[in-house]
């Protein structure tokens, strides 16, 4: 496969300046399928570089694993990147012949944690892929473990992902959900953490949403009161939308991310009030951003956001563009808690209700992103009225030298 020069974007010249984000959105050719890369790429000012990985399969193929691998591959090689410097790949399917496939070579051949979401790409190829990346100047990273269970030691820190925890000895989503969290304490109690100091990010994905999303919501609210996470203290950033796991029995599955570490006052919970309801006023346990700083940039971490208004309301029923609008408006404020906009966006995904709305959506979004690294999935919002929704992260460089170093 052979990269084709950068495609001209609003974004960037490709060309990685100290401490911003710039993006490449290129396009891949050869013997397999045609693919889309999208990288950002951020170095602070302690050169420790980050980078952000998105490919989507345009077309269908005989073997769309292997294509995906070796277009990732490609893009690696483009990002000047080795796979070793990965954290995270999350790979986004929707049918059972890729779920199969993706669980061969691909899930063990490379480092860092690894899951695949039945969630279908708005594109031909049928699989997408999300991957995370850190080079460190120092020298390589100090990992340990990989596939669902991965850790990363970095100075004073230890950031841990738990990828595809799922329980199907309940038969309903309420004692699914219970189990889930019941392991996922243990998980972190296996890394000397606990949910609520150490929880930073969660992904639920949920096989039948409409149906099953009520009673995750009940059950995480209540196991959460007892560790003393409620309105009155703090949440988890989190998107809880509809995905299949693998098992056909698990009602859901969660992915999940942890810091071992960090010092009080590092991590900031994140509101708009003006344009965006508390999350408990209906019900639902979760923060809508969440910022962690560290000693040369501040990631912003963008939970799961749709068109809500300040009292908790569906905006524009019906209406997808206008209910984009409303969301972009609404992540433009959490951004701005936190002193970013959407310039220093690393990353997006897009989840749609309605697969004929992806052309239309990703029209709007390149006009107003340019060559960002997003991916469009075919993935029901948690209220039948939304019709799409978007999470991201965002990364802003500050100088802040009493914090640990990302």
């Given at each position: 496969?052979?990269?084709?020069?950068?495609?001209?974007?609003?974004?960037?010249?490709?060309?990685?300046?100290?401490?911003?984000?710039?993006v490449?959105?290129?396009?891949?050719?050869?013997?397999?399928?045609?693919?889309?890369?999208?990288?950002?790429?951020?170095?602070?000012?302690g050169g420790?570089?980050?980078c952000?990985?998105?490919?989507?399969?345009?077309?269908?193929?005989?073997?769309?694993?292997?294509?995906l691998?070796?277009?990732?591959?490609?893009a690696?090689?483009?990002?000047?990147?080795?796979?070793?410097?990965?954290?995270?790949?999350?790979?986004?399917?929707?049918?059972?012949?890729?779920?199969?496939a993706?669980?061969?070579?691909?899930?063990?051949?490379?480092?860092?944690?690894?899951?695949?979401?039945?969630?279908?790409?708005?594109?031909?190829?049928?699989?997408?892929?999300?991957?995370?990346?850190?080079?460190?100047?120092?020298g390589?990273l100090?990992?340990?473990?990989?596939?669902?269970?991965?850790?990363?030691?970095?100075?004073?820190?230890?950031?841990?992902?738990?990828?595809?925890?799922?329980d199907?000895?309940?038969?309903?989503?309420?004692?699914?959900?219970?189990?889930?969290?019941?392991?996922?304490?243990?998980?972190?109690?296996?890394?000397?953490?606990?949910?609520?100091?150490?929880?930073?990010?969660?992904?639920?994905?949920?096989?039948?949403i409409?149906?099953?999303?009520?009673?995750?919501?009940?059950?995480?609210?209540?196991?959460?009161?007892?560790?003393?996470?409620?309105?009155?203290?703090?949440y988890?950033?989190?998107?809880?939308?509809?995905?299949a796991?693998?098992?056909?029995?698990?009602?859901?599955?969660?992915?999940?991310?942890?810091?071992?570490?960090?010092?009080?006052?590092?991590?900031?919970?994140?509101?708009?009030?003006?344009?965006?309801?508390?999350?408990?006023?209906?019900?639902?346990?979760?923060?809508?951003?969440?910022?962690?700083?560290?000693?040369?940039?501040?990631?912003?971490?963008?939970?799961?956001?749709?068109?809500?208004?300040?009292?908790?309301n569906?905006?524009?029923?019906?209406?997808?563009?206008?209910?984009?609008?409303?969301?972009l408006?609404?992540?433009?404020?959490?951004?701005?808690?936190?002193?970013?906009?959407?310039?220093?966006?690393?990353?997006?995904?897009?989840?749609?209700?309605?697969?004929?709305?992806?052309?239309?959506?990703?029209?709007?979004?390149?006009?107003?992103?340019?060559?960002?690294?997003?991916?469009?999935?075919?993935?029901?919002?948690c209220?039948?009225?939304?019709?799409?929704e978007?999470?991201?992260?965002?990364?802003?460089?500050?100088?802040?030298?009493?914090?640990?170093?990302?």
């Amino acid at each position: 496969m052979n990269a084709i020069p950068q495609r001209a974007g609003v974004r960037g010249s490709g060309v990685m300046p100290p401490c911003e984000t710039t993006v490449e959105w290129l396009e891949i050719e050869g013997p397999g399928p045609a693919a889309r890369l999208g990288i950002s790429r951020f170095a602070g000012a302690g050169g420790v570089v980050e980078c952000h990985i998105t490919v989507v399969l345009e077309d269908a193929c005989s073997d769309p694993a292997a294509a995906l691998e070796e277009a990732w591959l490609a893009a690696l090689v483009r990002a000047d990147l080795s796979p070793a410097s990965t954290l995270l790949r999350r790979v986004f399917h929707g049918d059972e012949a890729n779920e199969l496939a993706l669980l061969g070579g691909f899930a063990r051949a490379f480092p860092g944690a690894y899951s695949t979401i039945g969630q279908a790409p708005l594109a031909g190829g049928g699989l997408a892929l999300w991957s995370q990346h850190i080079t460190d100047p120092d020298g390589p990273l100090a990992c340990s473990g990989g596939g669902t269970d991965f850790s990363c030691k970095r100075g004073s820190l230890r950031h841990c992902w738990l990828s595809g925890l799922c329980d199907t000895t309940g038969a309903d989503a309420f004692s699914q959900t219970t189990a889930v969290l019941e392991k996922h304490d243990e998980w972190l109690a296996g890394h000397d953490m606990t949910l609520e100091e150490n929880g930073v990010r969660t992904w639920w994905y949920v096989r039948d949403i409409d149906v099953d999303y009520p009673q995750l919501a009940d059950a995480r609210r209540r196991v959460f009161g007892r560790h003393d996470l409620t309105e009155n203290t703090h949440y988890i950033a989190s998107t809880g939308i509809g995905g299949a796991h693998a098992d056909p029995l698990a009602r859901l599955s969660l992915d999940s991310y942890a810091i071992r570490g960090l010092q009080p006052g590092q991590i900031e919970y994140l509101s708009a009030p003006h344009h965006l309801c508390p999350t408990h006023l209906y019900g639902v346990t979760f923060e809508r951003a969440t910022a962690v700083s560290y000693a040369d940039r501040r990631h912003i971490l963008i939970s799961g956001t749709a068109s809500i208004d300040a009292a908790g309301n569906i905006v524009h029923s019906g209406d997808v563009l206008r209910q984009l609008d409303r969301t972009l408006e609404n992540i433009a404020a959490l951004l701005a808690t936190a002193k970013a906009g959407f310039d220093d966006l690393a990353m997006i995904l897009v989840y749609l209700r309605e697969p004929e709305d992806g052309p239309v959506i990703e029209k709007v979004l390149r006009q107003r992103f340019g060559s960002l690294p997003m991916l469009l999935l075919h993935a029901p919002v948690c209220r039948p009225g939304w019709l799409v929704e978007i999470e991201g992260v965002a990364i802003v460089a500050t100088r802040q030298p009493e914090l640990p170093e990302y």
